[in-house]
């Protein structure tokens, strides 16, 4: 996450959240904390604990990750993975489970 959004050379942070806000749409600061749960989810589904999870993608703890995950994705990471492994299942052809 951390190297998508770097300024790029010459570029500055004001700059940079002009960009984002007018080719996105989003405040850049949203932008972040998508990409800070998309590798929360990643790691997720690849089987680490939520606490792994958490350290390892810079919530400032486990209920910090649960709480942004509630609150973008709708519901907590255990019942988005529950979700998430039937999807993959039946995209690869298994029934899910």
Do not use: N, W
Not at 8 to 20: E, M, Q
Not at 23 to 38: D, N, W
Request: glycine residues 12%; contains cysteine.
């Amino acid at each position: 996450m951390r190297g998508l959004l770097r300024p790029v050379r010459g570029t500055t942070a004001r700059s940079l959240r002009d960009i984002c806000r007018s080719q996105v749409g989003l405040r850049l600061k949203e932008v972040q904390r998508i990409q800070r749960l998309h590798s929360a989810v990643v790691r997720g589904l690849s089987g680490l604990a939520d606490g792994d999870v958490a350290r390892r993608t810079g919530y400032a703890d486990q209920a910090h990750m649960i709480r942004e995950t509630r609150l973008l994705l709708g519901s907590t990471p255990s019942e988005f993975r529950a979700r998430g492994h039937a999807v993959l299942s039946t995209k690869s052809g298994g029934r899910p489970s």
